[in-house]
C-alpha cells in the first residue's frame, strides 16, 4: 500500500544545530507540504513542492529549507535550530490535478524539542 | 485574506448523545471543503468531502453539510463513542490541483463514557 512516512519521529537538538526531518511519499504524489503544528495555532505551512526541483514558501518559513530532488522526498531542514521550533512537524502529499484533489494524506508526524 | 473559522474551539460531551461542529469560511474561489479526524499523536484523515453542488453527505455516524452561500459547513455525529475523542479539522480549498487549502484551526472533542 502507498504510504507517507517521517523519520524521525521524535527528536531532541540544542539551540543552533542544524537538523533535518525526512518525508517519503509512495503515492507518486506531485504536491508535498511541510506544516507544523502548536497548541492554538493549528496547523500552518511552512514550505511547499509542486513537483521536482520546485519549492514554496508558506506562512512561516523563516528559519526553515526544503530541496526536491525527486518526486518522493521532501526533506525539511533547520538551518539553526531555535527554542520556537519547538513544535511538532507533519509532511503531507496530494495529487495534483483532478476534481477530487485537495485530499492531503499526512504522515504521522515529527515531534521536535529544541533545548 | 482567506480564512477558516471553526467552533466550538471545545467540547466535551457524554458517549451517545450527539454533537454538531461549525465551520465558517471566507475561501473565495471556492472548489471543495473537507472535514479532517486527527486522533491524538497521528496525522489528519480526510472524513469527508463538499464540493459545491453538494449539500449533505453521510460517512458513516458522521455527516457533513455545506451551505455554499452563507459559507457554513457543519459536521454531526451522531451516537458519539470514545473512538470519536480527537480534532477535527475544516479545511477549504480553492479550484486547481495546485492551490493551497487554507485551514481551521481545529474543534477538539472530547467524548467521556
Known amino acids: 500500500d502507498a504510504e507517507i512516512t517521517q523519520s524521525p519521529r521524535h527528536k531532541i537538538t540544542e539551540t543552533g544545530r542544524q537538523v533535518t526531518l525526512a518525508c517519503h511519499q509512495t503515492w507518486n504524489h506531485n504536491n508535498m507540504f511541510w506544516y507544523r503544528q502548536d497548541l492554538g495555532h493549528g496547523l500552518r505551512l511552512i514550505h511547499y513542492s509542486y513537483g521536482v526541483q520546485d519549492t514554496n514558501k508558506g506562512e512561516v518559513s523563516d528559519g526553515y529549507s526544503v530541496s526536491r530532488s525527486n518526486t518522493e522526498d521532501l526533506p525539511l531542514t533547520l538551518e539553526s535550530a531555535a527554542s520556537s521550533q519547538t513544535s511538532v512537524y507533519f509532511c503531507?502529499?496530494?495529487?495534483?490535478?483532478?476534481?477530487?484533489?485537495?485530499?492531503?494524506?499526512f504522515g504521522e508526524g515529527s515531534r521536535l524539542t529544541v533545548l | 485574506k482567506n480564512q477558516v473559522e471553526q467552533s466550538p474551539q471545545s467540547l466535551i460531551i457524554l458517549e451517545g448523545k450527539n454533537c454538531t461542529l461549525q465551520c465558517n469560511y471566507t475561501v473565495s474561489p471556492f472548489s471543495n471543503l473537507r472535514w479532517y479526524k486527527q486522533d491524538t499523536g497521528r496525522g489528519p484523515v480526510s472524513l469527508t468531502i463538499?464540493?459545491?453542488?453538494?449539500n449533505t453527505k453521510s460517512n458513516g455516524r458522521y455527516t457533513a453539510t455545506l451551505d455554499a452561500d452563507t459559507k457554513q459547513s457543519s459536521l454531526h455525529i451522531t451516537a458519539s463513542q470514545l473512538s470519536d475523542s480527537a480534532s477535527y479539522i475544516c479545511v477549504v480549498s480553492g479550484p486547481g490541483g495546485s492551490y493551497i487549502p487554507t485551514f481551521g484551526r481545529g474543534t477538539s472533542l472530547i467524548v467521556h463514557p
Open positions: 463538499m464540493t459545491f453542488s453538494e
Open positions: 503531507a502529499s496530494s495529487e495534483s490535478r483532478g476534481a477530487a484533489t485537495g485530499e492531503l494524506f
